[in-house]
Each structure stands twice: as C-alpha cells, then as structure tokens.
C-alpha cells in the first residue's frame, strides 16, 4: 500500500494544502480540521484505497481508515503538510458549532481520548492480576499455588493502579491544554491533588484526613485518587485565570508571577470548595447509574444495549468515559462498570453481523472489507464495521444491535461488571473477574449468535444484494443471459440513452454551482435546478448504493455503466432529515421508478441549495454526451453514451 499516494490523494480532495488546519487522529479515523468545509470532494475521498468510510461532524472532517493503518497515513499527511499532528488550543481556534450536548461530548473526547492508552495499559495489568490471585482452582489463586510468582503479581498490581490513582495528572495535563491553558501546569495540578501526604481518596471513611489551620480556618486535606468531575473543573478554572492574568500582567513578570498566582489560587479553590462538591457529585452520578441499572435488571441492560451502537453514531459514547472511570475507581461501593461490559457485547455483535455477511455476499470488494472490519469489531473497534458494512446493508445494523442487547441483558441479569478499561470486545476477559468469565462468555455467544442468525433472515427476506440471489446459477449462464440482453436493441437503448431523473432545468455539470462537481473530478454529467424534490431512476438498473443520508444513491446499468444522483448540495449535512428513499440496495429498477424525494423548502431553509447533479460515475470507456433542456421531466433524453 503506497501510503504517500493515498496522503497525496487525501490532501488533494479536501480542497489542498492551504485548506487543512490542523491533522489528527484517533484509534481509527483521521480528523481533518479545514477552513472551508465546502471544499471536500466526499465522493473522491470515500474512493481512496483502505478508506472505508466518511463523514463531517461539527467541523471536523473524519476519514475512517482502521487501527493502525490511521497512524501510517496520518504520519505521512504529516510528513506532506510539514504541520504537526497534534495542534494546541493556542495554536487552533475552534469553531463553536453545534448544541450545547454537542460540544460537550466533543470536548470529553478531546481531553480522554489522548489519555486512554494510559487507561487501557493500567486496565489490562489490572485484568492480569486478577488471574494470577483470583482464588480460581478450588478456592485457591496461582500465585497460592506457585509463591514464586507472588513478586510478579505484586509488580503487576503496582504497574496496573498507578493510571488510576495518579489519574488527576493525567486528566490535569489533557484538560487544560484543551482549555487553551499550559499544560505542565494541568498536570502539576493533579500532582497536588493526590500529593501522599493528603489523605487518600479510597481512606474517606476509614481514617481522618489531616487538617489545615488556615488563620482560624480549618481545611480538610484530602486527596482525589480516581476522580474526574473535580479535576475537569479544576483544569477550566486554572486555565481561566492562567489566560486572564497573561493579559494583564506585564511581559518582565508574566513568567515568575502567573504560574506561582494560578497554582495558589487554584489549588486554594480546590481544596476549600470545588473539589468536595464536585467529588461529591461524581460520587452520586455513579451511584445513580449504577442503581438505575442494578435496580431495572435485564430490562435496563437490554435498553441500553439496543441504544448503545446508535449513541456511538452521534459520538456521545466518548462521554461515558469520564463516568466509566469514575465507576471502575469506585468499585468498591459501585461493583464496577456495566459500560464496558455493554460496549463489549455491542462490539462482538457488529462483528458477527459483518462476519456473516462475509459468508452470505458475492460481491468480492464487500468481503475484502467484511474479513478486516469483522475481526477489527471483535477486538473492540467498529468504526470499519458500522460505516463500511452495516450502516450501509441498514438490515445487519439492526440485527446487531438487538443481538447487543440480548447479550447485554443476560450480563445485566447475572451482574456482570468490568473491574478495569480495555479492549471492549473478545479481549475484555482480561477486564472481568474470574468468577464473571464464564457469563461474559455466554453474553458475547447471545450476541454474536444472534446478530449473525438475524442478518441471514434478513439477507434472504429483504433481499439484501438481491444480485447475489444470481450469482448461486452458474457463472456460464449469467455471461449467457448478459450477452443475449446486450445483443437486443432494446437493451442497448436502455443503456446508452439516459433520461432527466427529476423535472427542472438541466445544464453541464461544469456549470453547477458546486466547484468539486463543477471540475468533473467526480464524473461528466449534469446539474439539474429542480422544479420539484422528487427523482425517478433515468434507466434500467440496479440500486448499488444508498448513502445512509438518503441524499445521494448510486446505480449500476446491466453494461456495467455507474451513476450516481446527488440531490442538492453539502446536503449531507442535514443528515437524513427531509429526505425519504423507496427503494432499497440490490433492488432493480425500471426507467421511471420513484427512487427518492426530498423537501426542497427545508433544504432551502437549512441554508442549502436543491441543485441536483445526476453523474456517470464510470462510463466504462464510453463517451458522455449532454443534452441541456430548459423544462426536462423524467422522459426527456439527457445523455447519450456512445
């Protein structure tokens, strides 16, 4: 894989160098920060090898290529831009777009996501304990069976706790440079708030803290191991006035005054008022969740397992990492976290879905991204899985999230809750107690068995790549029957002479009003001003894709020959609302079938225009000739192939 080209290709689809502010990425996708939106070519980008899905959140463009492949390309973006990976709250102003909920979740991802290999390692470590003194073999642990490993253990133990009980500095430092302030300051923040002569956190209770006597006022020393609510407000806090005082103060005081007056200030606040209340707070935001889903049993387990896939489509699972934290440091009065376990049963679920339509498909590109993005969803990561497999089939998406909460909520009903973060999926046994392994297990079988059994029932009720139906007659009878439609005359005609898809006025696609479609990078065509919202299939062919938008539809005629009708433009935004489909991917259609209408006033309302542009994609070698009309409707003759 020449991953300098697929750089090259990238940069050049996303409107060029001068376009791209900043470069990042996570576990499987490379988050594009661009200073005009408009500019993608999403068609282009989806094209580019290994990508294998797109999409535009708030601001931020995010190609999904998978784990590990995101950081070779992401490196050699890098390496073309001559920018950094990775750019500061200094160096980038971010756009404020979205709702509030919106920008929340996207400021939790931006401070945990950077700190979650951390997290995983001290989880993983921590599952490894368990095995070597969980008393597994007749009431006994490895390490009471061979004392020679008791050092190992011992080690292991101190390795895995200390992500967790040094948290505050590791969230101290991501969070207040998301919060534009310095971030060796985030993290000396949380040093002192788990400095060993303050009284632990997990010792509340058991013994009295220490007490400063302040001039009369008396502060309790205690420590914040494990927390995240009050280091969140801490990091804003210290930032805050980190950037006010930079203001104010002069530039021959500014180094020695401003760090000595923020920490002071800061640690003075956190220890008097911000750090109990929200310490507090955090602690009955854990216990809350925890009894919901104690006290609603299997029925609360399978709710939130069927609810789990579509709260990643919107992003907001990157929220419950702060809550997940704060229940897996609380485990000793909150048992441990149910997310974990129903992210698990959500992942292996994706997995089978994909892995069973690997074995039902005919179409070899599917099956090539079905074998990664399948084993890729069973190790914990589905973003390949979603975008690429299931999203796109809708139908598999279904089946796995009821298979998720079927297997969610048997783990649910017999408690089974993670002890430490990890790879959410096949490897989290390494996150459960021994005594829950053998119920972990049976809740990734509900899952797996039950998303892969409804994807088949649903591959053969809804047709799903109805050409695969085709393919189990012999490959000699399909080249016979193609070959006796392409001698007919009545078949070439249908192939070669494409009508308007909508009513409207029809011109070149260079003179569309989108620059990208405009400079025919996407395929020659038209650009269609519509007089209404509704588009009729222009030939006879197959439906070959459907964006999960509903805003754009592809088409394949019996030659081969690809079309594509994008209905208006950066409508993709609107993320489906408007827009509604009648037919569905694999299903064939006739010259003047209904395939999709949209609400041209909403469109419009939304800030977006109607123009749609119908295109061939690949002509196969033939040349396209446009024929512009003024008042075209679904039989004018538009386009000729030759």
């Given at each position: 894989m020449d991953y300098a080209k697929i750089a090259s290709q990238l940069i050049e689809n996303v409107g060029g160098k001068q376009n791209i502010k900043s470069v990042q990425h996570c576990?499987?996708?490379?988050?594009?920060?661009?200073?005009?939106?408009?500019?993608?070519?999403?068609?282009?980008?989806?094209?580019?090898?290994?990508?294998?899905?797109?999409?535009?959140?708030?601001?931020?463009?995010?190609?999904?290529?998978?784990?590990?492949?995101?950081?070779?390309?992401?490196?050699?973006?890098?390496?073309?831009?001559?920018?950094?990976?990775?750019?500061?709250?200094?160096?980038?102003?971010?756009?404020?777009?979205?709702?509030?909920?919106?920008?929340?979740?996207?400021?939790?991802?931006?401070?945990?996501?950077?700190?979650?290999?951390?997290?995983?390692?001290?989880?993983?470590?921590?599952?490894?304990?368990?095995?070597?003194?969980?008393?597994?073999?007749?009431?006994?642990?490895?390490?009471?069976?061979?004392?020679?490993?008791?050092?190992?253990?011992?080690?292991?133990?101190l390795f895995a706790s200390a992500p967790f009980t040094f948290l505050p500095v590791l969230i101290g430092f991501s969070a207040t440079k998301k919060f534009g302030g310095n971030p060796y300051l985030g993290a000396a923040m949380g040093m002192i708030m788990v400095h060993p002569d303050l009284l632990s956190a997990y010792s509340i209770g058991i013994a009295q803290p220490p007490v400063w006597n302040i001039f009369g006022f008396k502060i309790a020393a205690i420590g914040y191991q494990g927390t995240v609510l009050p280091v969140l407000a801490v990091a804003f806090i210290l930032a805050t006035i980190e950037k006010k005082l930079h203001k104010v103060t002069p530039t021959w005081l500014d180094n020695l005054t401003t760090p000595l007056i923020s920490i002071m200030?800061?640690?003075?606040?956190?220890?008097?008022?911000?750090?109990?209340?929200?310490?507090?707070?955090?602690?009955?935001?854990?216990?809350?969740?925890?009894?919901?889903?104690?006290?609603?049993?299997?029925?609360?387990?399978?709710?939130?397992?069927?609810?789990?896939?579509?709260?990643?489509?919107?992003?907001?699972?990157?929220?419950?990492?702060?809550?997940?934290?704060?229940?897996?440091?609380?485990?000793?009065?909150?048992?441990?976290?149910?997310?974990?376990?129903?992210?698990?049963?959500?992942?292996?679920?994706?997995?089978?879905?994909?892995?069973?339509?690997?074995?039902?498909?005919?179409?070899?590109?599917?099956?090539?991204?079905?074998?990664?993005?399948?084993?890729?969803?069973?190790?914990?990561?589905?973003?390949?899985?979603?975008?690429?497999?299931?999203?796109?089939?809708?139908?598999?998406?279904?089946?796995?999230?009821?298979?998720?909460?079927?297997?969610?909520?048997?783990?649910?009903?017999?408690?089974?809750?993670?002890?430490?973060?990890?790879?959410?999926?096949?490897?989290?046994?390494?996150?459960?107690?021994?005594?829950?392994?053998?119920?972990?297990?049976?809740?990734l079988i509900l899952s797996m068995a039950v998303s892969a059994v409804l994807t088949a029932i649903f591959w053969k009720k809804f047709n799903i790549e109805r050409e695969d139906n085709k393919a189990q007659t012999s490959v000699e009878e399909e080249v016979k029957e193609i070959e006796v439609q392409e001698s007919t005359a009545d078949t070439a005609e249908e192939t070669n002479e494409l009508y308007a898809p909508m009513k409207g006025e029809v011109l070149d696609v260079s003179k569309s009003a989108d620059p990208a479609f405009a400079s025919k990078a996407m395929g020659e065509g038209v650009a269609i001003n519509p007089s209404e919202g509704v588009i009729y299939a222009p030939a006879d062919g197959t439906i070959s894709l459907i964006f999960p938008t509903k805003h754009a539809m592809g088409i394949t005629l019996n030659s081969g020959v690809e079309l594509l009708i994008h209905a208006g433009i950066d409508t993709v935004k609107m993320e489906g609302k408007g827009f509604e489909t009648f037919v569905e991917t694999g299903v064939k259609v006739k010259k003047g079938d209904k395939l999709l209408s949209f609400d041209m006033d909403l469109v419009k309302e939304k800030g977006y225009q109607t123009q749609t542009m119908f295109l061939v994609a690949d002509a196969k070698g033939k040349e396209v000739e446009v024929i512009e009309a003024t008042n075209a409707d679904n039989d004018t003759k538009i386009m000729k192939l030759k």
């Amino acid at each position: 894989m020449d991953y300098a080209k697929i750089a090259s290709q990238l940069i050049e689809n996303v409107g060029g160098k001068q376009n791209i502010k900043s470069v990042q990425h996570c576990a499987t996708r490379l988050r594009l920060q661009l200073k005009n939106n408009d500019l993608r070519n999403e068609e282009a980008v989806s094209d580019i090898e290994g990508v294998k899905g797109v999409f535009l959140t708030q601001s931020q463009f995010q190609i999904i290529f998978g784990s590990g492949l995101v950081n070779l390309v992401c490196d050699e973006v890098q390496k073309q831009l001559g920018i950094a990976v990775d750019t500061s709250a200094d160096d980038e102003k971010e756009e404020k777009k979205g709702n509030a909920l919106q920008r929340l979740v996207k400021l939790l991802s931006d401070i945990f996501v950077p700190i979650i290999p951390a997290i995983v390692a001290g989880g993983l470590l921590m599952g490894l304990n368990n095995i070597l003194t969980a008393a597994m073999f007749h009431g006994k642990s490895v390490i009471d069976l061979y004392p020679q490993w008791k050092g190992l253990a011992t080690a292991i133990n101190l390795f895995a706790s200390a992500p967790f009980t040094f948290l505050p500095v590791l969230i101290g430092f991501s969070a207040t440079k998301k919060f534009g302030g310095n971030p060796y300051l985030g993290a000396a923040m949380g040093m002192i708030m788990v400095h060993p002569d303050l009284l632990s956190a997990y010792s509340i209770g058991i013994a009295q803290p220490p007490v400063w006597n302040i001039f009369g006022f008396k502060i309790a020393a205690i420590g914040y191991q494990g927390t995240v609510l009050p280091v969140l407000a801490v990091a804003f806090i210290l930032a805050t006035i980190e950037k006010k005082l930079h203001k104010v103060t002069p530039t021959w005081l500014d180094n020695l005054t401003t760090p000595l007056i923020s920490i002071m200030v800061t640690s003075f606040l956190t220890f008097i008022f911000v750090g109990p209340v929200l310490r507090e707070a955090g602690n009955l935001l854990a216990d809350g969740i925890t009894w919901v889903y104690n006290t609603l049993g299997f029925v609360g387990g399978g709710l939130f397992g069927l609810a789990y896939a579509p709260i990643c489509l919107t992003g907001m699972h990157h929220s419950f990492i702060a809550i997940e934290t704060q229940l897996i440091a609380a485990k000793a009065t909150t048992g441990g976290s149910f997310i974990f376990t129903t992210a698990s049963m959500n992942n292996v679920a994706q997995g089978a879905a994909v892995l069973a339509v690997l074995f039902l498909t005919k179409n070899e590109k599917m099956k090539s991204i079905c074998s990664a993005s399948g084993v890729s969803a069973l190790l914990g990561i589905t973003e390949p899985a979603m975008f690429g497999v299931t999203l796109k089939l809708k139908y598999p998406f279904y089946a796995a999230i009821i298979g998720s909460a079927v297997g969610n909520a048997y783990c649910a009903a017999t408690g089974v809750l993670a002890q430490a973060l990890g790879a959410a999926g096949l490897p989290g046994f390494l996150s459960m107690l021994p005594k829950d392994y053998l119920n972990f297990a049976i809740g990734l079988i509900l899952s797996m068995a039950v998303s892969a059994v409804l994807t088949a029932i649903f591959w053969k009720k809804f047709n799903i790549e109805r050409e695969d139906n085709k393919a189990q007659t012999s490959v000699e009878e399909e080249v016979k029957e193609i070959e006796v439609q392409e001698s007919t005359a009545d078949t070439a005609e249908e192939t070669n002479e494409l009508y308007a898809p909508m009513k409207g006025e029809v011109l070149d696609v260079s003179k569309s009003a989108d620059p990208a479609f405009a400079s025919k990078a996407m395929g020659e065509g038209v650009a269609i001003n519509p007089s209404e919202g509704v588009i009729y299939a222009p030939a006879d062919g197959t439906i070959s894709l459907i964006f999960p938008t509903k805003h754009a539809m592809g088409i394949t005629l019996n030659s081969g020959v690809e079309l594509l009708i994008h209905a208006g433009i950066d409508t993709v935004k609107m993320e489906g609302k408007g827009f509604e489909t009648f037919v569905e991917t694999g299903v064939k259609v006739k010259k003047g079938d209904k395939l999709l209408s949209f609400d041209m006033d909403l469109v419009k309302e939304k800030g977006y225009q109607t123009q749609t542009m119908f295109l061939v994609a690949d002509a196969k070698g033939k040349e396209v000739e446009v024929i512009e009309a003024t008042n075209a409707d679904n039989d004018t003759k538009i386009m000729k192939l030759k």
